[in-house]
T-cell receptor
């Protein structure tokens, strides 16, 4: 069965320090992987996606993620957190039966301290 | 990219009533979906909205409770029927084109 595990429900960082949001997936095939961000009372916004091209994926707002097949991980990073990064982040994979259908991780709430 | 408009953005409804949520996409898309996000939880796929035919429901969701229409490539509705407080959630419309899914801002439903 496919699954996505976000290892931290909450992450708290100081403004200007690095961000690491962890995601592991399990799948019997190679899915596409995404990170979405959800700001309070707003819709989901795509940060970045991995679709079997380069393993290091650059997204919007300075975020990056590295696909590591051997570790089945797709961690999200940013060198320097900004107050506006405070939001809920979801790691997402495509389903084996349909690349249009998505499985969401449980989410990680990022808190940024001034 | 696609811009998705959902309405209403929020509603408070009495138990036992029904609410229909509308989703409009600004371009023709291949696939449209409806997701539910229960309070403090992640998103769960309810169903695929198929143009001109019955929606395809995920395990745990049934047509009688969540009837869905998709009369054309850019518009879909989700009805939450005979509501109970357990239906209080955010309902999100999603559209997929070429390798990317877009989401509406969601409809925040509270059932009292």
């Amino acid at each position: 069965a496919q699954s996505v595990t976000q290892l931290d429900s909450h992450v708290s960082v100081s403004e200007g320090t690095p961000v690491l949001l962890r995601c592991n997936y399990s799948s019997s095939y190679s899915p596409s992987l995404f990170w979405y961000v959800q700001h309070p009372n707003k819709g989901l916004q795509l940060l970045l996606k991995y679709t079997s091209a380069a393993t290091l994926v650059k997204g919007i707002n300075g975020f990056e993620a590295e696909f590591k097949k051997s570790e089945t991980s797709f961690h999200l990073t940013k060198p320097s957190a900004h107050m506006s990064d405070a939001a809920e982040y979801f790691c997402v994979v495509t389903r084996m039966d349909s690349s249009y259908k998505l499985i969401f991780g449980s989410g990680t709430r990022l808190l940024v301290r001034p | 990219s696609a811009v998705i408009s959902q309405k209403p953005s929020r509603d408070i409804c009495q138990r036992g009533t029904s609410l229909t949520i509308q989703c409009q996409v600004d371009s023709q898309v291949t696939m449209m979906f409806w997701y539910r996000q229960q309070p403090g939880q992640s998103l769960t796929l309810i169903a695929t909205a198929n143009q001109g035919s019955e929606a395809t429901y995920e395990s745990g969701f049934v047509i009688d409770k969540f009837p869905i229409s998709r009369p054309n490539l850019t518009f879909s509705t989700l009805t939450v029927s005979n509501m109970s407080p357990e239906d209080s959630s955010i309902y999100l419309c999603s559209a997929s084109g070429t390798g990317e899914a877009f989401f509406g801002q969601g409809t925040r439903l509270t059932v009292v």
